[in-house]
């Protein structure tokens, strides 16, 4: 296993009220993972401002970056600042690569964003490119959701869930959210969705499902094993219905904390668009997720998690 998951962030915040929570997940998961933080501001600039108001603007970010700064510092967090000009989304990407970041930390929605349902476009932008996991948090109460985001004392990931569905990207997901289980000492909880079928059911039909459902507990049981024989404690769930609700409904029943997912699963074709689960998922969780589409710790690291598993393109397990 390589010798650390994460030792160097990517921190881009426009200090909303997201961008707030986001520096505190930051703080967690470097203090943790012993890593430094890059902190970065994109200003994407507005040619109809005045000469003033820019100078006012250009102090106004400058006094809150290292407001940060200082924070990260005083928990004993290397820390850098960069600030920018430019599409947020294309900046964070190019800054990210040019830093080698392992992670990058952001807000789920900045500060235009939209009534509950809706992702920011930069959070979007920087999903899609996937140079290194994602780390999202969302506000912590969404319109139209009884559902809040409990940040009112110290951040702690005691929990994570995994959603796996035997394809390459969900096990490349789930190497990562082993990593971070580990580094984090939180349990894992590994949730399989059986999506379903057709209403026509019959006997046939019945006993095929229950032999699909035998299988994937099985590789599940196998899966729990390896992460336990890594120092994980790990259980796994299998549920039924739509996946990105299975996924959000399983995050709340198990209380995680953290959901690590890859940004597309066997049905996702499109490598430049984020698919449609992981979507769903960024859109309603009321934990952070990180999106996982270039598992880039893995460069030059052994695997710790069994390929045997991987789903083949032309076995169904829904």
């Not at 820390?79 to 920018?84: K, V």
């Not at 026509?200 to 599940?220: F, Q, Y």
Request: net charge neutral; charged share 20%.
């Amino acid at each position: 296993m390589n010798r650390s998951t994460v030792s160097r962030m990517l921190l881009a915040t426009d200090f909303s009220d997201s961008a707030l929570l986001a520096h505190e997940y930051a703080v967690h998961l470097a203090s943790e993972f012993g890593a430094s933080v890059d902190i970065l501001h994109v200003t994407d600039r507005r040619p109809e401002m005045k000469v003033a108001e820019l100078l006012k603007h250009e102090e106004q970010v400058q006094s809150q970056l290292r407001s940060v700064e200082k924070m990260l510092r005083n928990h004993g967090i290397p820390a850098t600042i960069r600030r920018i000009a430019g599409d947020p989304g294309a900046q964070i990407v190019a800054v990210g690569r040019q830093v080698g970041a392992d992670v990058i930390a952001m807000g789920l929605q900045g500060h235009t964003h939209v009534p509950y349902g809706l992702i920011g476009s930069t959070v979007d932008s920087v999903t899609k490119t996937g140079i290194c996991p994602v780390l999202t948090v969302p506000l912590p109460q969404k319109q139209a959701s009884p559902c809040v985001l409990g940040v009112s004392g110290p951040v702690s990931i005691r929990r994570i869930l995994a959603p796996v569905d035997f394809s390459i990207p969900s096990m490349d997901a789930l190497e990562c959210a082993v990593h971070f289980a580990r580094g984090l000492r939180a349990e894992l909880m590994l949730v399989h969705v059986l999506e379903p079928a057709h209403s026509d059911w019959d006997l046939n039909r019945t006993e095929v499902h229950a032999h699909i459902h035998t299988s994937w507990e099985a590789k599940l049981k196998e899966l729990v094993d390896e992460a336990k024989a890594l120092g994980v404690l790990a259980s796994y769930d299998i549920r039924g219905g739509l996946p990105a609700d299975s996924i959000l409904a399983g995050a709340l029943q198990h209380r995680c904390d953290l959901i690590i997912m890859g940004t597309h699963g066997r049905q996702g074709r499109d490598r430049e668009k984020v698919g449609s689960v992981a979507e769903g998922v960024l859109k309603q969780a009321n934990c952070p997720v990180l999106t996982v589409k270039n598992p880039k710790f893995l460069a030059g690291g052994r695997r710790s998690i069994s390929t045997a598993l991987v789903q083949q393109d032309n076995v169904r397990g829904d």
